[in-house]
């Protein structure tokens, strides 16, 4: 079982910056691939950036590659998305999941986290 927690979501202008993290229990952390998503309103959730459990390897989306930065430490047991350049498309529910296997955490079988809050505004 692992239990994840999101934070760092809020409001921010257009061109600003948010850090998400996402903390989860457990002392197996580090043998998990690791993934983000968001939903926004009237939207299904979709994948946004995955990490392997080693940080080796990284994946985003189209439209947030270059603004987003996925990244952990095992130490702390958190994951986290750096977000830059953001805009009013960023609007969403952000969501921390974990999984054995990045084909499982971009099939969204994985453990969840309650999500975070980001507004965007223009």
């Known amino acids: 079982q692992v239990q994840l927690v999101e934070s760092g979501g809020g409001l921010v202008q257009a061109g600003g910056s948010l850090r998400l993290s996402c903390a989860a229990s457990g002392r197996i952390f580090s043998t998990y691939d690791m993934g983000w998503f968001r939903q926004a309103p009237g939207k299904e959730r979709e994948f946004v950036a995955a990490i392997t459990w080693s940080g080796g390897i990284t994946y985003y989306a189209d439209s947030v590659k270059g603004r987003f930065t996925i990244s952990r430490d095992n130490v702390k047991n958190t994951i986290y998305l750096q977000m830059n350049s953001l805009n009013s498309e960023d609007t969403a529910v952000y969501y921390c999941?974990?999984?054995?296997?990045?084909?499982?955490?971009?099939?969204?079988?994985?453990?969840w986290g309650q999500g975070t809050q980001v507004t965007v505004s223009s």
């Open positions: 999941t974990a999984a054995r296997g990045i084909i499982t955490v971009r099939a969204q079988s994985g453990y």
